[in-house]
């Protein structure tokens, strides 16, 4: 069975920094680029970073370009993203996700939350 | 990047009812379109992945159509457990844009 289990989100303060974990199982995870994507409370979905399969590219949208660090350590089948200088418009549930044609895997997402 | 927009961003419609909801590219993006239901505290599951194609476990009722901008969602009979919200997905380039969402409620 496929599972990807976000972990890491809370609540921080504006300025603050957080760190969101995903863990890959049930697919080979080093062979599928990975995205996060955001949703904030009662708004629709926002892409917010990719990075390839290897690791070598990487993009992020611009509102958390320069922010925010995607990275994944294949031999551990985990996916990260590093949040830096959080805003309260950061304030969202965290989703990772592969979409690749039919192969789409989701996780349940980790809420995050930046207020003072 | 690519803006997608979605048409309407609410309906209402009654068990049976055939619903349709589009999905307007704003440059081509031939058949790279997908779609997704999301209901709430839940993960967006996708329905229907290069515009047309049905995923697996995906009841037959659910269609696409399309291709270049112009694309289309189909329910040709509600169900009570399609009451959510849909939104379309470009995956022809990176940011894989999506459509601000349509929500499905009951009449």
């Known amino acids: 069975e496929v599972q990807l289990v976000e972990s890491g989100g809370g609540l921080v303060q504006p300025g603050g920094s957080l760190r969101l974990s995903c863990a890959a199982s049930g697919f080979t995870f080093s062979s599928y680029a990975m995205n996060w994507v955001r949703q904030a409370p009662g708004k629709g979905l926002e892409w917010v970073s990719y990075?390839?399969?290897?690791?070598?590219?990487?993009y992020y949208a611009d509102s958390v370009k320069g922010r925010f660090t995607i990275s994944r350590d294949n031999a551990k089948n985990s996916l990260f993203l590093q949040m830096n200088s959080l805003r309260d418009e950061d304030t969202a549930v965290y989703y990772c996700?592969?979409?690749?044609?039919?192969?789409?895997?989701w996780g349940q997402g980790t809420l995050v939350t930046v207020s003072s | 990047d690519i803006q997608m927009t979605q048409s309407p961003s609410s309906l209402s419609a009654s068990v049976g009812d055939r619903v349709t909801i589009t999905c307007r590219a704003s440059q081509s993006i031939s058949s790279y379109l997908n779609w997704y239901q999301q209901k709430p505290g839940k993960a967006p599951n996708l329905l229907i992945y290069a515009a047309s194609s049905l995923q697996s476990g995906v009841p037959s009722r659910f269609s696409g159509s399309g291709s270049g901008t112009d694309f289309t969602l189909t329910i040709s009979s509600l169900q009570p457990e399609d009451f959510a919200t849909y939104y379309c997905q470009q995956s022809y380039n990176t940011p894989r844009t999506f459509g601000q969402g349509t929500k499905v409620e009951i009449k």
């Open positions: 990075i390839s399969s290897g690791g070598a590219t990487v």
């Open positions: 996700a592969t979409f690749t044609g039919m192969t789409n895997y």
